[in-house]
């Protein structure tokens, strides 16, 4: 287990384990908004304990407490990058598992947190929603191993790629309908000491079921999404990789509320808000 790591666990009270994906109690973080300053918390039950700063750094408990439900709940990192799989589920669409992970970018600006309204460019006419796992990097992974990539894993958190089907068809990248403003809700929570490789992923579209399938039947793991990656990028702490959607997607209309909900994380929620073209 890296020193990093080991430091972390000591700080907040954490057992010491090789592989913090597969920990025995897992810990719930937030990244909050409370009269507009930024800070980081542990979650348990209702209430927020804030940290001296970010569960990536040395965190200590302030002492100081708050309701989840008197906060606004942010992307959960401040991510520097944002990496996306697709083809990774068969149900969806099937990738070869012996070649690469496709890959494909988001930007950090296409991110937003729990409960946010998404507005929608009034020129966008077919988009989706895409209910994920999200892999948190934990620390600088450069060339790492497949074996060893579980290490730089920190946790998870729910996700919705956001995509605009005409766009995607169209544009030279997917850069436009995959990373416009708002294309990218994550949260509410980052939990730590879950199995990413075992996790039911389940999207609702009001209130109904329309994906749910699980972690299991990912076509490229983490580990070897993360391997791949540091190969050609150096992956930071907070940044985050979306892992592929499963089963079918549909078009969304003003007013439609996404959930995607994995189990041990929560339920991320937001608002399809599409303006009158113009």
Do not use: C
């Not at 598992?97 to 988001?106: E, G, N, S, V």
């Amino acid at each position: 287990m890296p020193f990093q790591r080991l430091v972390l666990a000591a700080a907040v009270g954490l057992p010491l384990l090789a592989a913090p994906a597969l920990a025995a109690d897992p810990v719930k973080y937030a990244r909050y908004s409370d009269g507009g300053a930024t800070a980081y918390g542990i979650v348990e039950g209702d209430v927020i304990h804030k940290l001296s700063g970010s569960p990536f750094e040395e965190p200590e408990r302030t002492g100081q407490r708050i309701s989840v439900d008197d906060v606004d709940l942010l992307p959960p990192t401040d991510a520097s990058k944002v990496f996306a799989v697709g083809m990774n589920f068969a149900s969806h669409f099937a990738s070869a598992p012996d070649a690469p992970p496709p890959l494909f970018l988001k930007l950090p600006t296409s991110l937003t947190g729990h409960q946010a309204d998404i507005m929608v460019p009034p020129d966008a006419q077919n988009l989706h929603f895409e209910g994920e796992l999200v892999i948190v990097i934990g620390e600088r992974a450069k060339e790492v191993s497949v074996d060893d990539a579980s290490h730089y894993i920190f946790g998870v958190t729910a996700g919705n790629d956001l995509t605009e089907r005409s766009w995607q068809g169209r544009d030279l990248q997917w850069m436009r309908a995959k990373a416009s403003d708002g294309f990218g809700p994550v949260g509410p929570y980052l939990v730590t000491g879950l199995d990413p490789n075992n996790l039911l992923l389940t999207t609702r579209l009001n209130d109904e079921i329309v994906q749910q399938e699980s972690t299991a039947n990912m076509i490229h793991s983490p580990a070897r999404v993360v391997s791949y990656l540091s190969h050609y990028f150096t992956l930071e702490p907070g940044d985050l990789i979306f892992m592929g959607t499963p089963g079918r997607t549909r078009a969304l209309a003003d007013g439609d509320v996404v959930t995607v909900t994995v189990d041990g994380v929560g339920t991320l929620s937001n608002r399809i808000r599409w303006p009158e073209a113009q």
